[in-house]
């Protein structure tokens, strides 16, 4: 099945600086990957997708990067805001059933 | 409100007696899933519903059960709960079974099994 991996799985920042979180995948015919956000104590909440369709993807302060032909993508936070801490988790589906594999999670600090 | 509820939402139980957790959410979604969360591992598929009827067992289903007789209800059943089932478990739902979809987590569930 799929694997997904990430690193790194602690990271810390000044504040207004850039954060990149990297994971790779193992299976080819993945075609979705959510990033999720999950605050101390709260439940998991997306905060970006992309589809294999699309190779980068922003929003506001932040983007996805997707690579299919190294089977990797990154989430890019820039101006980073203490309210950024949180643990941060990758997802990879390819449908039929809409099975998502986690990675094991990056927790960020942004430190004033 | 567009919700997906979970009860309870703190449980501390003993060995083998069985529990249920309640999933539930008002959207009409098609597909329900369960994860549990446990540190440095993240989130690991427990078992999923494409629809009424329809389940299947994600990466981790040893030691639960799930039914969808409803399109809104999906519970989790621990039939004799051990202490390796300690954990935050979630819920969660997305529009469509049959293809890619966000999906949207519950409160979470936090079981102790003594």
């Known amino acids: 099945g799929e694997n997904v991996e990430q690193h790194p799985s602690t990271l810390s920042v000044q504040e207004g600086d850039s954060a990149v979180i990297k994971c790779t995948y193992s299976?080819?015919?993945?075609?979705?990957f959510p990033w999720y956000k999950q605050e101390l104590g709260k439940r998991p909440q997306l905060i970006i997708d992309?589809?294999?369709?699309?190779g980068e993807k922003k929003d506001q302060r932040i983007a996805v990067t997707l690579n299919k032909t190294a089977k990797h993508f990154s989430l890019h936070i820039t101006e980073t805001q203490p309210e950024d801490s949180a643990v941060y988790f990758c997802?990879?589906?390819?449908?039929?059933?809409?099975?998502?594999?986690f990675g094991t999670g990056t927790q960020l600090k942004v430190e004033l | 409100e567009a919700q997906v509820t979970q009860n309870p939402r703190y449980l501390i139980t003993v060995t083998g007696k069985k529990l249920t957790v309640t999933c539930s959410q008002n959207?009409?979604?098609?597909?329900m899933s369960w994860y549990r969360q446990d540190p440095g591992l993240g989130l690991r598929q427990i078992y999923y519903?494409?629809?009424?009827?329809?389940?299947d067992k994600g990466d981790v289903p040893e030691g639960y059960k799930v039914s969808r007789k409803e399109k809104r209800n999906f519970p989790l059943i621990l039939e004799s709960p051990s202490p390796n089932q300690t954990s935050l478990y979630f819920c969660?739902?997305?529009?469509?079974?049959?293809?890619?979809?966000?999906?949207?987590f519950g409160p979470g569930t936090r079981l102790t099994v003594l």
């Open positions: 969660a739902s997305s529009l469509f079974g049959g293809r890619v979809d966000t999906q949207y």
């Open positions: 299976d080819s015919a993945s075609n979705y």
């Open positions: 992309i589809r294999s369709n699309v």
């Open positions: 997802a990879a589906s390819k449908g039929g059933g809409n099975k998502l594999t």
């Open positions: 959207m009409n979604h098609e597909y």
């Open positions: 519903s494409m629809n009424v009827e329809v389940t």
